[in-house]
């Protein structure tokens, strides 16, 4: 299995450009979440699917976020516009639900600077 | 709620001693324990899981963890630190679908 895979893996941008990350969950896998990890903040969780609706999105900052899952294996996290404190690693990760305890497997991340 | 806090910030430990690494948890519920660690500039990659079987759980290079409910505690151990040991290692407390992360603790291993 190619487990989790994000792209891009890294992506430097502008302040006021859109940013696209995308990522594509292990086959299989029901649920879909996405993180963002800052020295400040650790790891949180921004958003989360299950079976390719949006359960939980509290975590998302603000209405600049944006998240689709418009097919079982394949989500986007869209920023528009971005701001340089969005500067961070955003993971995706993906399990299977149906069971206590399954873990959460995590892509590489995409190491977001913006300028 | 449930809230785990790792103890230590950061561990240094010569190669080829043992490595401990201390786990404390809080949880209204049985919980489901993790330990994850990330190399750098990696992902997040699970190293054992505690699901109310075993209380100790063997997990992946040689890393091991012991469930203790009196206690509230999942520290991690391995009985020989390598060099490719060092990384940053998470601790998490999940219930359903949402996952509490300690801050983390950074290994660092001398040669």
């Known amino acids: 299995d190619a487990g989790v895979i994000q792209s891009p893996r890294h992506e430097v941008t502008e302040m006021g450009q859109e940013v696209t990350l995308r990522c594509k969950p292990i086959s299989g896998h029901n649920s879909l979440f996405w993180y963002r990890q800052t020295m400040m903040r650790g790891l949180e969780l921004l958003i989360y699917?299950?079976?390719?609706?949006?359960?939980?999105d509290s975590g998302m900052p603000e209405d600049r976020f944006s998240a689709k899952m418009p097919n079982a294996s394949f989500s986007t996290l869209k920023i528009q516009p971005s701001e340089p404190r969005d500067s961070a690693v955003y993971f995706c990760?993906?399990?299977?639900?149906?069971?206590?305890?399954?873990?959460?497997?995590f892509g590489p991340g995409t190491r977001l600077t913006v300028l | 709620a449930q809230s785990v806090t790792q103890l230590d910030s950061h561990v240094s430990v010569s190669e080829g001693t043992p490595v401990l690494l201390r786990c404390n948890y809080s949880?209204?519920?049985?919980?489901?324990l993790f330990w994850y660690v990330q190399h750098p500039n990696k992902g997040l990659q699970l190293l054992l899981k505690?699901?109310?079987?075993?209380?100790l759980v063997k997990g992946i290079n040689g890393f091991e963890a012991e469930f203790k409910k009196s206690e509230t505690s999942f520290h991690l151990t391995k009985p020989s630190a390598h060099m490719s040991d060092a990384a940053e290692y998470f601790c998490?407390?999940?219930?359903?679908?949402?996952?509490?992360f300690g801050a983390g603790t950074t290994v660092t291993v001398r040669a």
């Open positions: 505690y699901t109310s079987a075993a209380t």
């Open positions: 990760a993906s399990r299977n639900t149906g069971g206590w305890g399954n873990e959460q497997f």
């Open positions: 699917f299950n079976n390719n609706v949006p359960i939980d």
């Open positions: 998490v407390v999940s219930f359903d679908y949402k996952l509490s």
């Open positions: 949880s209204s519920y049985s919980p489901s």
